[in-house]
């Protein structure tokens, strides 16, 4: 009986024991930037082979850029994410010929602060990469940029 009773003793403080050696500590992923202009983006959107424009997409998914546009509209979705389109220097419209240069600030958590942002506000921003395209079903050739993990770094008050 004293035997089980201390087995029993015994197991009961081995499984109640905690290690004393410490968990390792998790960096969070590295942030690589890349220093592309909008503009170059676009060109290279434009002017290259489909099978060109794959490798730039697979060589810029992930990679966070950091630009300026004027805001064109902040969108608060149903479930309390943000949205902000970015116009990157539209060069004309009309009707469904359309040279639009839009960059997507998408599907995010934020502060109240960015609803305070107004259509023709000058912003800075940076934002991971996540979707490149250059083909839009109803305008045709475009340069459509999507980004994720965003931030507004700067921006111009409006009087």
């Keep these: 009986m004293i035997k089980q009773i201390l087995a029993l003793a015994i197991f009961l403080n081995l499984v109640g024991c905690?290690?004393?050696s410490q968990q390792p500590i998790v960096q969070p992923e590295e942030k690589k930037h890349?220093?592309?202009?909008?503009?170059?983006l676009e060109k290279a959107?434009?002017?290259s082979t489909s099978a060109q424009f794959t490798l730039l997409k697979r060589e810029l998914k992930g990679k966070y850029v950091t630009w300026k546009g004027t805001i064109q509209n902040v969108d608060l979705s149903y479930d309390d994410t943000i949205s902000i389109f970015i116009d990157m220097g539209?060069?004309?419209?009309?009707g469904f010929i359309d040279f639009s240069r839009v960059v997507y600030l998408y599907n995010q958590t934020y502060d109240d602060?960015?609803?305070g942002f107004r259509k023709g506000q000058l912003?800075?921003?940076?934002?991971k990469i996540e979707l490149i395209s250059n083909y839009d079903r109803i305008?045709?050739?475009?340069?459509?940029v999507h980004l994720s993990d965003w931030d507004i770094l700067w921006s111009e008050t409006l009087k």
């Design 123 to 127: 912003v800075e921003y940076t934002g």
């Design 18 to 20: 905690q290690s004393n």
């Design 45 to 47: 959107c434009r002017e």
């Design 34 to 40: 890349i220093w592309i202009k909008y503009k170059e």
């Design 90 to 94: 539209t060069t004309s419209s009309y």
């Design 113 to 115: 602060y960015v609803l």
């Design 139 to 144: 305008y045709g050739m475009q340069c459509d």
